[in-house]
C-alpha cells in the first residue's frame, strides 16, 4: 500500500512541474528576405533563439531580397519534407503557384512580418505582422502635432516597391496628413529599405530642393533608410532633428543613437520577434489542432527623444542589429 501512494505521490508531483509543452523535434523551413536592414538581421538572430528555446530546427534561407530564391527555398523545403514553412514575402504578389504546392503538400505556411495579397488568404495558417498602416498613421500624427499650422514640405523614402509594409507605410501616412492642408510630400521614391539606398535617394531629394532649404521633414518607412538620409543631410551642410524633421520606423538601435545626439527626432518600434509567436501557434497547432487567428498583430510604439532613448537603445543590445 505505501509504495503505491509514494508511486502516486511522485506521478503527481511530476505532472505539477513538467516543463512548458515542447515541440517534437519540429523542422521549420524559414524562407528569410536578406539582410537589408539592422531590423531584418535582428529578426534572424531572434527567429533562431526563439526556436533553440523550443527545440524546434529552424533552416534559414537568405534571399538577398529575391522573390525568384524564396520560391526556390520554399520548393526546396517542400520537397524536403519539413513541418512547417515560415515565409517573410518580400512583395505581396507571385506567390500562388508555389504556396498551392506547400499546401498540396500537406505543410502549413506562416507569414511573418509581411503580408501576401488578401487573394492567398486560404494559402497560409497566420501572418505575424504589425499593422503597418497604423504605423504610418502614428509616423503621420506625430509630424502634424510637431509642425502645428506651419507650412512644412515632406520628403519621403519608401520601402521596398511592391512590399506589403511600404504599401500600408505609405497609405497610412498619406491618411493622417490628409487632415493637414499644410503638410505636403513633394517628392518620393523608394530607398529599398536600405541604409545605402537612402542616402542616395536623400541626396537627389537635396539638390532638387535648393540644397534642402525647402525640406521641412523626411519621412522613411524604415530607421535604416532614415541613417543613410542623416548621413547625406549632414554632408550637405544640413542639421537632420533640427532645420528638418525626422520620423521612421522600426526603432534599431542607431536610431536612438542618432535620438540622443539631436539628428533624429521619431521612430516607431517593430519588434523583430515574428518567430516566438509564430512558434507557439505552430506548436499549438501541431500538438493540439489548435487553429490560429488568420493575424496575430505586434506591437507598435513611437519613441522620441522624450522616451529614454538611452535605454531603448540598451535593450536592443545583443538582438543581433
Ligand atoms: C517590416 C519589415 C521591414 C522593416 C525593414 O515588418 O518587413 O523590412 O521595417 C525591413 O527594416 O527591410
Known amino acids: 500500500m505505501a509504495l503505491k ?3 502516486l505521490g511522485l506521478a ?23 539582410s537589408e536592414s539592422g ?10 533563439s526563439e526556436a533553440s528555446k523550443r527545440t524546434v530546427n529552424l533552416k534559414i534561407a537568405d534571399a538577398q531580397q529575391k522573390q525568384e530564391n524564396q520560391i ?42 509581411r503580408d501576401i495579397d488578401p487573394s492567398g488568404k486560404d494559402l497560409y495558417l497566420t501572418a505575424v505582422t504589425s499593422d503597418s498602416v497604423h504605423e504610418g498613421e502614428v509616423a503621420g500624427d506625430w509630424l502634424a502635432k510637431t ?30 496628413i490628409a487632415k493637414h492642408a ?19 535617394v536623400m541626396e537627389s531629394f537635396i539638390k532638387a530642393e535648393g540644397g534642402g532649404k525647402t525640406i521641412c521633414a523626411v519621412y522613411a518607412h524604415n530607421d535604416d ?5 542623416i548621413q547625406a543631410m549632414k554632408e550637405a551642410g544640413l542639421k537632420p532633428g533640427k532645420d528638418i524633421l525626422t520620423v521612421s520606423i522600426d526603432a534599431v538601435p542607431d536610431i536612438f543613437k542618432a535620438i540622443m545626439a539631436g539628428e533624429a527626432n521619431a521612430t516607431v518600434e517593430l519588434t523583430p520577434n515574428m518567430a516566438g509567436p509564430a512558434l507557439d501557434a505552430l506548436i499549438a497547432y501541431k500538438d493540439k489542432g489548435t487553429e490560429p ?15 529614454n532613448p538611452q535605454g531603448a537603445y540598451d535593450s536592443k543590445k545583443g538582438l543581433g542589429y
Open 5 to 7: 501512494t509514494i508511486l
Open 12 to 34: 503527481l508531483t511530476t505532472a505539477l512541474v513538467a516543463p512548458p509543452a515542447m515541440a517534437a523535434q519540429l523542422t521549420v523551413g524559414f524562407s528569410q528576405i536578406g
Open 39 to 48: 531590423w531584418r538581421a535582428a529578426e534572424t538572430t531572434v527567429s533562431k
Open 72 to 113: 526556390k527555398a520554399i520548393r526546396s523545403f517542400v520537397a524536403q519534407g519539413v513541418d512547417a514553412i515560415f515565409l517573410a514575402p518580400v512583395v505581396s504578389t507571385g506567390w500562388e503557384a508555389v504556396l498551392k504546392e506547400a499546401k498540396e503538400a500537406k505543410i502549413p505556411v506562416i507569414l511573418l512580418d
Open 147 to 176: 509642425v502645428g499650422d506651419k507650412q512644412c514640405n515632406v520628403v519621403e523614402l519608401q520601402g521596398t516597391v511592391g512590399a506589403s509594409v511600404a504599401t500600408n507605410r505609405k497609405k497610412g501616412f498619406d491618411t493622417a
Open 182 to 200: 499644410n503638410i505636403k510630400i513633394v517628392r518620393s521614391q523608394t530607398g529599398d529599405f536600405t541604409r545605402a539606398k537612402g542616402k542616395e
Open 225 to 229: 533608410m532614415m541613417v543613410g538620409a
Open 293 to 307: 487567428p488568420k493575424w496575430i498583430q505586434t506591437e507598435s510604439k513611437l519613441y522620441t527623444a522624450a522616451d
